[in-house]
């Protein structure tokens, strides 16, 4: 992995995708997996206000998939027959879907709307859920003209929710009281 960071090929708009094929950098595909790259800068940033090592273990391995995802959305059409080890495994939306389950155990119920807030971590942890949900809905439009794998499409809908629901159970572990919406047009 040595060598020059910059190589100059972009410097007119373009880029290649995984295989060779070059394609404009404003190319949905690029904006797909460069939203999930930003998602998992995110993550990194969340990471460093998290002590919990049951939560650390999972933001670290939805890292590695994000990593995988971003791969398998980078590849031109024909490449991507030759990668499967970039497809999302059921058993990833299954970790994500049981620490769900678990932290919903843990806190109260929903009883009204949670505005953006509250600690730093559950901030942060809104802020990768809007994030998540800006990238499923390029990759659902990538999906109309370059078939995504459905897997990866659940995977990504699954995160949204882990980190609406990560970002009530941060503010519960640290005791800060969440944000509620109070309607100002009644």
């Not at 600690?119 to 809007?130: D, I, K, L, Q, Y």
């Not at 941060?170 to 969440?178: G, Y």
């Amino acid at each position: 992995m040595g060598g020059k960071v910059y190589t100059k090929t972009g410097d007119k708009g373009t880029t290649s995708l995984i295989g060779g094929t070059r394609v404009k950098k404003c190319d949905l595909r690029i904006d797909s997996y460069g939203t999930v790259d930003e998602l998992n800068s995110y993550l990194g940033v969340l990471s460093s206000y998290i002590s919990e090592q049951e939560t650390l273990d999972l933001i670290s391995e939805i890292q590695n998939v994000l990593f995988n995802v971003g791969c398998n959305l980078a590849m031109g059409e024909d490449f991507k027959k030759e990668l499967k080890e970039s497809v999302v495994a059921p058993i990833l939306i299954e970790h994500v879907e049981k620490r769900i389950d678990k932290m919903q155990d843990a806190i109260p119920e929903l009883r009204s709307f949670v505005i953006p807030g509250g600690s730093r971590s559950a901030s942060f942890a809104h802020v990768c859920r809007t994030v998540c949900r800006r990238a499923e809905r390029l990759i659902i439009a990538l999906d109309e003209t370059s078939p995504v794998d459905k897997t990866l499409l659940a995977y990504i809908n699954r995160l949204s929710d882990y980190f609406f629901v990560l970002s009530r159970y941060l503010n519960f572990i640290e005791n800060v009281a969440e944000k509620t919406w109070e309607n100002p047009c009644k």
